[in-house]
T-cell receptor, first 113, second 112 residues
Framework: DVKVTQSSRYLVKRTGEKVFLECVQD?????MFWYRQDPGLGLRLIYF???????EKGDIPEGYSVSREKKERFSLILESASTNQTSMYLC????????????FGSGTRLTVV | DQQVKQNSPSLSVQEGRISILNCDYT??????FLWYKKYPAEGPTFLIS?????DKNEDGRFTVFLNKSAKHLSLHIVPSQPGDSAVYFC???????????FGKGTKLTVNP
């Protein structure tokens, strides 16, 4: 089974802190994605990566950056956390050109106080 | 501009009855559609998919129907069970793109 592991299930951070969310997948997938899920807004794409050291902005990249130094790891960085970044963050991965969609991690519930 | 729309935020049905979740899309270039199911505090899990060259795909209690002319798909769950209570997301792929476009989700509640 493909596994996508997010390092933390729950996080509480203070406004202005730099926050790192880590995601690791174990099936050699080329593509990795970061989404956030908010009530009434569904899943919104923040950033994605098709390859090591490659990144593309999604629909809501403001206030975020990413890092992909190794194929299996994709990190989401909140440069200066704000309360409006309180959300459920979901990482996903997929094989290039695969039609059966993504495999998601269990999510990180981030609260910024 | 929302390309994948789930216009019903919530749906409540009785155990044993049929659940019908609807999804509309605007991009005629979408050629593959998926449904994901999400429980609270968990990541979404793949449920069922359909290619644009088909109009129906069935997997056990779950059936997805695609009406290309209407740009509409629906997920039927028969019979519904309390364990089906979750948020269901409709998603679509466009050929050549590695990105799934998601709807906002429909929260299904199946009452015992």
């Amino acid at each position: 089974d493909v596994k996508v592991t997010q390092s933390s299930r729950y996080l509480v951070k203070r406004t202005g802190e730099k926050v790192f969310l880590e995601c690791v997948q174990d099936m050699d997938h080329e593509n990795m994605f970061w989404y956030r899920q908010d009530p009434g807004l569904g899943l919104r794409l923040i950033y994605f990566s098709y390859d090591v050291k490659m990144k593309e902005k999604g629909d809501i990249p403001e206030g975020y950056s990413v890092s992909r130094e190794k194929k299996e790891r994709f990190s989401l960085i909140l440069e200066s956390a704000s309360t409006n970044q309180t959300s459920m963050y979901l990482c996903a991965s997929s094989l290039e050109g695969v039609w059966y969609g993504y495999t998601f991690g269990s999510g990180t519930r981030l609260t910024v106080v | 501009d929302q390309q994948v729309k789930q216009n019903s935020p919530s749906l409540s049905v009785q155990e044993g009855r049929i659940s019908i979740l609807n999804c509309d899309y605007t991009n005629s270039m979408f050629d593959y559609f998926l449904w994901y199911k999400k429980y609270p505090a968990e990541g979404p899990t793949f449920l069922i998919s359909i290619s644009s060259i088909k109009d129906k795909n069935e997997d056990g209690r779950f059936t997805v129907f695609l009406n290309k002319s209407a740009k509409h798909l629906s997920l039927h769950i028969v019979p519904s069970q309390p364990g089906d209570s979750a948020v269901y997301f409709c998603a679509a792929y466009q050929g050549g793109s590695e990105k799934l476009v998601f709807g906002k989700g429909t929260k299904l509640t199946v009452n015992p």
